[in-house]
């Protein structure tokens, strides 16, 4: 779980809070919250004053940071929190979530956080079964077709909640992943053979 009062690396390119409209000065303490409603994910990057009312909520994730000097180093992932974020998108239905949680999907699986099992049809639909190690539950993922304008399209909703761009080798072309499904036990064993890869 994301513990809320670690620092996460997702430095916010937002100026201002998203409740106030208050200039967030570099150093100051800003709470970030991502919200996962219907019409789909949302960010928002809080002053101090506006993220004291920010709780525990069941249908978002939080975390504080302080705001990035101006020009300071460029904005990175952290994975640890891609996952918690994984998890969050896998629990909605509508399209837009399909969209996100499969090519988060593909990314964790890129970067050995989740081992890919294969690919099969569930109620008339394609999915991808993933599990975060040896001995973990299997993971459902949608497995929406998604175009080369659908994954520019999703990719860049990605990079505005991550506040932070994916590096070009953790992103999959459109359906790279099907490649996997030919043989899925050499994509496993190639995950175990990793000895960074989580058990």
């Given at each position: 779980?994301?513990n809320p009062?670690?620092a996460?690396?997702?430095?916010?390119?937002?100026e201002?809070?998203?409740?106030c409209?208050?200039a967030?000065?570099?150093?100051?303490?800003?709470?970030?919250?991502l919200?996962f409603?219907?019409?789909g994910?949302q960010r928002?990057?809080l002053?101090?004053?506006?993220?004291?009312?920010v709780?525990?909520?069941a249908d978002g994730?939080?975390w504080?940071?302080?705001?990035?000097?101006?020009?300071?180093?460029r904005p990175v992932?952290d994975y640890?929190?891609?996952?918690?974020?994984?998890g969050?998108?896998?629990?909605?239905?509508e399209?837009?979530?399909?969209?996100?949680?499969?090519?988060?999907g593909?990314?964790?699986i890129?970067?050995?956080?989740l081992?890919?099992?294969g690919?099969?049809a569930?109620?008339?639909?394609?999915?991808?079964m993933v599990?975060?190690?040896?001995g973990q539950?299997?993971?459902?993922v949608?497995?929406?077709f998604?175009s080369?304008?659908d994954?520019?399209?999703?990719?860049?909703?990605?990079t505005?909640?991550?506040?932070?761009?994916l590096p070009?080798?953790?992103?999959p072309?459109?359906?790279?992943?099907e490649a996997?499904?030919?043989?899925?036990?050499d994509?496993?064993?190639e995950v175990?053979?990793d000895?960074?890869s989580?058990?």
């Amino acid at each position: 779980m994301v513990n809320p009062n670690d620092a996460w690396k997702i430095p916010s390119r937002e100026e201002v809070c998203s409740g106030c409209s208050l200039a967030l000065e570099p150093g100051c303490a800003v709470t970030v919250r991502l919200s996962f409603g219907e019409e789909g994910p949302q960010r928002e990057d809080l002053c101090a004053s506006c993220g004291e009312a920010v709780g525990n909520e069941a249908d978002g994730i939080f975390w504080k940071r302080a705001q990035p000097q101006q020009g300071n180093t460029r904005p990175v992932v952290d994975y640890v929190f891609l996952q918690e974020m994984f998890g969050r998108l896998l629990e909605r239905e509508e399209e837009v979530y399909r969209r996100l949680s499969y090519l988060v999907g593909l990314v964790l699986i890129r970067k050995r956080h989740l081992r890919l099992k294969g690919f099969a049809a569930r109620d008339g639909r394609e999915v991808m079964m993933v599990n975060r190690g040896a001995g973990q539950p299997e993971l459902v993922v949608p497995a929406p077709f998604l175009s080369a304008e659908d994954m520019a399209d999703t990719r860049e909703m990605l990079t505005q909640l991550l506040a932070a761009d994916l590096p070009e080798g953790d992103l999959p072309e459109p359906r790279e992943a099907e490649a996997a499904d030919a043989s899925p036990a050499d994509a496993d064993s190639e995950v175990e053979a990793d000895p960074e890869s989580p058990a």
